[in-house]
């Protein structure tokens, strides 16, 4: 009886550290503990209690399922029944309205006398959870007027919860649609981060890189998990790519997918790309338009980007230059005059594509 306590002691962690783990209180643990028993199950007598690897388990289930819109009580039932199954608390759930009445003794399998126990793996426990609500946003400052996903998505980011963001960001796409989620769901939750870990002392560094890095892993899987059109025959592919020194690439991310959905080309560098590297590739690949991204006024370079501008390709008559597209909020208006330039991302895809598709035309000779 004592291996339980021992495991519990060695690998257990405090209630301020889970607390600290899943972005709430402690007092709200321990508030969970009191009313829905989702405490540590092994407590040694005279120490601090010890929380292990089961038990935060189960109170990171608590933390998902209210958060997707289950009421607390019947959260804690299942996030019990789910982690401790051996606890006499938690009973099996009341079946809801839409589930059907199991069969009585001797209904059902013709094998089985009456009274003859189930077989097969004890079923999931059911939960009926009511539309998704994001709740008060884990402490960051969102403001009143987002989104109700911004605040699932801000909690899930503070918690730490891998598993929930990647769904959340799968969800804010498919009902939304690319361009809706990342400029009302992902934009804002990622704004709100910055915030806090500007006003904090550098505190949330980790949630920043966990939203992040999911956020990049959702853009990259947009193109191969979500309807998208036919290749766009013949169109001339669109060159992303950061400024030298410029190291925040997630928004050519999120470009490339939209792109990809309408069929479009791309062929996207990166961060921090070299300027021998960039006018490489654009003189390899005849490109009918350049992205230049830059996040600070000290990455845009606006020789860069008229250079680019001037090269050129193709037979003599019929030769062809790239259009460049400065975009990000290091460029100035007016020293970037002469290029053109797109508000938003919806305006940046239309863009691109009459240039991809003019570009699928042969040009006149002598143009």
Known sequence: ?????????????????????????????????????????????????????????????????????????????????????????????????????????????????????????????????????GGAGGGLPLGGDVRQECRGLARAAVRLDAPELEQRLLDAVDRHGLVVAWEEVMVPTLRAVGRKWESSGDRYVEVEHLLSWHISSTLRGVPFLFPRRDPVPGAAPVVLACTPGEQHSLPLEVLTAALAERGLPTRTLGAAVPTEALLACVRRTGPAAVVLWAQTRSTASLPLARHVAGLEWGTAGARRRPTVLPAGPGWDRRASAGFPRCSGLREAVDTLGRLCEDGARPPARGH
């Open 1 to 133: 009886m004592s291996e339980p306590e021992d495991t519990a002691d060695a690998a257990g962690l405090t209630t301020g550290a889970v607390a600290r783990r899943l972005g709430v209180s402690p007092t709200t643990l321990r508030s969970w503990d009191r009313r829905y028993g989702l405490g540590p199950a092994v407590r040694a007598e005279g120490r601090h209690r010890r929380w292990s690897p089961v038990d935060i388990a189960m109170v990171e289930e608590m933390c998902r399922l209210t958060s997707a819109g289950a009421p607390p009580a019947e959260a804690a039932r299942v996030a019990r029944l789910r982690h401790h199954p051996t606890d006499p608390a938690s009973a099996p759930l009341p079946l809801s309205p839409q589930e059907p009445t199991p069969p009585a003794d001797g209904e059902g399998d013709a094998d089985a006398g009456p009274g003859a126990a189930p077989t097969g793996p004890p079923p999931e426990p059911a939960l009926r959870i009511p539309a998704r609500r």
